[in-house]
């Protein structure tokens, strides 16, 4: 069985601080995907990043960035210098070759305050 | 390029009621997934499908189906509407050109399906 935990239900932070949101999975498979996905008010889910279970390699994109860790089976996300465009809801995602669905955590509910 | 489209987005039916959605993928993905959308559940798969053949089916109820056309557009529908239904129903569409590999899902806006 697969599962994601997102133990951060919701955080909130003042514009320009540094937050992490955690995220850590369970799976049996060998090769596996990690995702992160953004769901501002609007509703729709916005990709923001995909990391192969044998690619450990961390990724920074502008003020984002991740840390994939398979010793500790979790994939954190860090945003640098928040800002209040940086609200929503940010989901961790799980998938495997042994099916095409997307396992998500809870969400974690980011609020920027100015 | 134009993302998934999903029709209609906002939705009212009454309990009993049957109502279908509709999802337009990215030009050139292949394959489509639904997922509802929760407060108490979260985000939960409910099918996807490839050349117009479910290949994967969530922990749903019969009451909800889907298909996929050959232009690889998709519809669900659910039946005998419940109260429990009221949801966000998210359409995702993936390239999949590669077998055994799994492309990166992009979503829809979503259609809010309110059962009253």
């Known amino acids: 069985a697969q599962k994601v935990t997102q133990a951060q239900t919701e955080i909130s932070v003042v514009e320009k601080e540094d937050v992490t949101l955690d995220c850590v999975y369970e799976t049996r498979d060998t090769t596996y995907y990690l995702f992160w996905y953004k769901q501002p008010p609007s509703g729709e889910l916005v990709f923001l990043i995909r990391?192969?279970?044998?690619?450990?390699q961390n990724e920074i994109s502008g003020r984002y960035s991740w840390n994939f860790q398979k010793s500790t089976s979790s994939f954190n996300f860090t945003i640098t210098a928040s800002q209040v465009v940086d609200s929503a809801v940010y989901f961790c995602?799980?998938?495997?070759?042994?099916?095409?669905?997307?396992?998500f955590g809870k969400g974690t509910s980011l609020l920027v305050t100015p | 390029k134009a993302g998934v489209t999903q029709t209609p987005r906002y939705l009212i039916k009454t309990r009993g009621q049957q109502v279908t959605l509709s999802c337009s993928p990215i030009s050139g993905h292949r394959s489509v997934s639904w997922y509802q959308q929760t407060p108490g559940q979260g985000l939960q798969f409910l099918f996807e499908?490839?050349?117009?053949?479910?290949?994967n089916k969530g922990n749903f109820p019969g009451r909800f189906s889907g298909r996929q056309f050959s232009n690889s557009r998709s519809e669900m529908n659910v039946s005998t509407l419940e109260l429990g239904d009221s949801a966000l129903y998210l359409c995702a569409s993936s390239l999949e050109t590669s077998g055994g590999v799994t492309d990166t899902q992009y979503f829809g806006p979503g259609t809010r399906l309110t059962v009253l």
């Open positions: 995602a799980l998938n495997s070759n042994s099916g095409y669905a997307l396992n």
């Open positions: 990391r192969n279970s044998f690619d450990e």
């Open positions: 499908y490839f050349s117009e053949t479910q290949r």
